[in-house]
Structure formats: structure tokens, C-alpha cells
């Protein structure tokens, strides 16, 4: 689908007032909708998020996530059907989500990370190329203590991480390895 010009431009100018404007739960929130970006209640956009400019309509935020500031999100190359995070879902500051990706309800990604494919519900990943770290046990949302948060993680085995990263773009693996977690 090719990108129209005036829209374009208009994205554009959007995108940039909203890595720059305040209101984390408001403005930001209001131009990025008029973007195309579908957004659900109570989320959250850090300074400097840039939500991929030519086709915001594939991101889909829903409610309670949370993407802090300089998180970046392509959403489209070829094929790809976009990038959704899901309900109460927190994803950590200078993070890369590319496209085909969706980060599970509660899921938690970690500061500088590069996620390369689905995240699932309540777990964290960190790296590059992300990978499991933990279960989450409640979700890092605005009333959950930072002390809350890190006594209710649950180390994932190095076995089952080694395993996701080995597995890394082998679609029959991916089964196998969100089972274990």
C-alpha cells in the first residue's frame, strides 16, 4: 500500500509533536490516534516514543501498556502484519519492537532490547535479540512497586533461554520453547 503524501506529511508532523509535547497519557495519546495508531484507555507514551511514521494503523496499544521514553516500533517491511501490545504489557526504555511482534499481556521488555519475535503473556525478555529472563508474577504498571515487581520474578531456566535463542527464527521450535517458559 503506498504511503499518500499530505498523510505522509501529516504523520510526520504528528510524530514529531509527540516525542516532544507533554502529557504522557494525553497529548501524546490524542496525536497519536490521529495518527491512525490504535490506542486503548490508561496507556502510557514516554518522550521521544517513535511509532513507525509511514503505517501507524499496523501498532495497536491497548489498555494499561506502557512503552517508555526513546521506545521505537517498526511495524511494517513486505509482508508483516504490525506490532500489538497487549493489556498492561511495559516495555523499557530505548527498546526496539520490529515488526510481526506482539508482546503478551503483562509481558515486561527490558531497557535496550531488540525484540525479534512474540513475546509471551508474563514474562520478561532483555537483549539483542531479546530473549526470556524471567515470569513475571505481576505486571509492572503504575501502582506496582519496583520492590513488588522484582520479588515476584521467577528466573527462566538458562537451559529454556539458550533453547529460544537457538530456536531463534525456526517457526515448529517456537511451540516447544513457549511451552517451557
Not at 501498532?59 to 521514553?69: N, Q, V
Not at 515488526?99 to 532483555?126: D, K, L
Request: glycine share 10%.
Amino acid at each position: 500500500m503506498k504511503e499518500f503524501p499530505l498523510r505522509g506529511l501529516a504523520n510526520r508532523i504528528l510524530q514529531q509533536m509527540a516525542r516532544m509535547l507533554p502529557g504522557a497519557q494525553s497529548i501524546r495519546v490524542v496525536l497519536h490516534r490521529a495518527r491512525g495508531v490504535k490506542i486503548g484507555k490508561n496507556v502510557w507514551i514516554g518522550y521521544d516514543v517513535v511509532l513507525d511514521t509511514s503505517r501507524p494503523f499496523l501498532i495497536t496499544l491497548e489498555d494499561g501498556c506502557a512503552l517508555s521514553m526513546r521506545v521505537t516500533v517498526l511495524a511494517h517491511f513486505r509482508e508483516s502484519t504490525g506490532v500489538r501490545v497487549e493489556r498492561d504489557a511495559f516495555v523499557g526504555a530505548g527498546a526496539l519492537i520490529l515488526p510481526n511482534v506482539v508482546i503478551g499481556r503483562g509481558a515486561v521488555v527490558a531497557a535496550g532490547s531488540v525484540v525479534t519475535r512474540s513475546v509471551p503473556p508474563g514474562v520478561m525478555v532483555q537483549g539483542n535479540p531479546a530473549v526470556p529472563v524471567a515470569k513475571c508474577g505481576i505486571p509492572l504498571g503504575p501502582k506496582t512497586t519496583l520492590k513488588e515487581f522484582t520479588r515476584s520474578l521467577r528466573p527462566v531456566s538458562s537451559r529454556s533461554s539458550k533453547r529460544a535463542q537457538q530456536n531463534e527464527g525456526n517457526p515448529e521450535s517456537a511451540l516447544t520453547t513457549k511451552t517451557e517458559l
